[in-house]
């Protein structure tokens, strides 16, 4: 897949399958926008490994759950190439409890950052992308999402929001040219797994019918495919990439 001239902003980028979602775009020579929310060492290493693949590229940092810092985002990707092409709603966070200790902060920060965070940024690209008549925007849920998980009632709230989101979204913007799908990851191999306890990986991997976590790679490849003209046709949709974990 090429994706030359192609503008692509991806929030939470910096790390795991964000990171990896912005390396692929930018191998298929897109000039791509990283967002990232706090941690600059992981923006360096990453803009490290940018610049050996493109000269055009954006790291931009912002909170995704306050509109003020997104319009602030979306108007410096903008200035710098006057489009954007490609939406990929990835920024997220956890915040595991169970609900009788989950305080409201921790309800509130998870709610906003993934359900909150999608909104806003899809709403600041269309703009963009009616006037262009032509967009594609990819969000990131959760198996959480259709099968419930203990201890993320507020994970699972925001990623099955996200779900409804992008179903509703689809059907306003269809027949503008603006294609909005979902990638459902499974359990995949990043930092965050690699540090889980034996026996947890052991239980996780027991409800995986392939046996093996995915990787990021796997999720780049479902997001590039969405992305693509061969994708021209699908909208309202959520792949999972999961190893039939749901």
Same mark, same amino acid.
């Given at each position: 897949?090429?994706?030359?001239?192609?503008?692509?902003?991806?929030?939470?980028?910096?790390?795991?399958?964000?990171?990896?979602?912005?390396?692929?775009?930018?191998?298929?020579?897109?000039?791509?926008?990283?967002?990232?929310?706090?941690?600059?060492?992981?923006?360096?290493?990453?803009?490290?490994?940018?610049?050996?693949?493109?000269?055009?590229?954006?790291?931009?940092?912002?909170?995704?759950?306050?509109?003020?810092?997104?319009?602030?985002?979306?108007?410096?990707?903008?200035?710098?190439?006057?489009? *954007?092409?490609?939406?990929?709603?990835?920024? $997220? @966070? %956890?915040?595991?409890? =169970?609900?009788?200790? +989950?305080? /409201?902060?921790?309800?509130?920060?998870?709610?906003?950052?993934?359900?909150?965070?999608?909104?806003?940024?899809?709403?600041?690209?269309?703009?963009?992308?009616?006037?262009?008549?032509?967009?594609?925007?990819?969000?990131?849920?959760?198996?959480?999402?259709?099968?419930?998980?203990?201890?993320?009632?507020?994970?699972?709230?925001?990623?099955?929001?996200?779900?409804?989101?992008?179903?509703?979204?689809?059907?306003?913007?269809?027949?503008?040219? *603006?294609?909005?799908?979902?990638?459902?990851? $499974? @359990? %995949?191999?990043?930092? =965050?797994?690699?540090? +889980?306890? /034996?026996?947890?990986?052991?239980?996780?991997?027991?409800?995986?019918?392939?046996?093996?976590?995915?990787?990021?790679?796997?999720?780049?490849?479902?997001?590039?495919?969405?992305?693509?003209?061969?994708?021209?046709?699908?909208?309202?949709?959520?792949?999972?990439?999961?190893?039939?974990?749901?």
């Amino acid at each position: 897949m090429n994706f030359k001239d192609k503008k692509v902003l991806v929030t939470g980028g910096t790390k795991g399958i964000g990171k990896t979602v912005a390396l692929a775009f930018a191998s298929q020579g897109a000039s791509v926008g990283v967002n990232y929310a706090t941690d600059d060492q992981s923006a360096s290493d990453l803009e490290k490994e940018l610049q050996q693949m493109s000269s055009d590229y954006l790291l931009l940092k912002a909170d995704v759950s306050s509109a003020d810092e997104v319009e602030t985002m979306i108007r410096q990707v903008l200035d710098q190439w006057e489009r *954007i092409d490609i939406l990929v709603n990835n920024a $997220g @966070i %956890i915040r595991d409890k =169970m609900l009788l200790f +989950l305080g /409201e902060e921790d309800w509130d920060r998870v709610i906003n950052t993934n359900l909150k965070g999608t909104y806003l940024c899809s709403r600041a690209v269309l703009k963009e992308m009616i006037s262009q008549k032509s967009g594609r925007i990819i969000n990131m849920a959760s198996p959480s999402a259709i099968t419930g998980r203990q201890a993320q009632t507020n994970y699972s709230a925001s990623k099955g929001g996200i779900i409804s989101f992008t179903k509703s979204l689809s059907k306003e913007v269809a027949r503008i040219g *603006i294609t909005v799908n979902a990638i459902c990851p $499974g @359990i %995949i191999d990043t930092p =965050m797994t690699q540090e +889980l306890k /034996e026996a947890t990986k052991k239980e996780l991997l027991s409800m995986i019918p392939m046996g093996k976590f995915g990787k990021t790679d796997n999720v780049a490849d479902g997001v590039l495919f969405l992305a693509s003209e061969k994708a021209a046709y699908i909208t309202g949709q959520v792949l999972a990439i999961d190893g039939g974990l749901t």
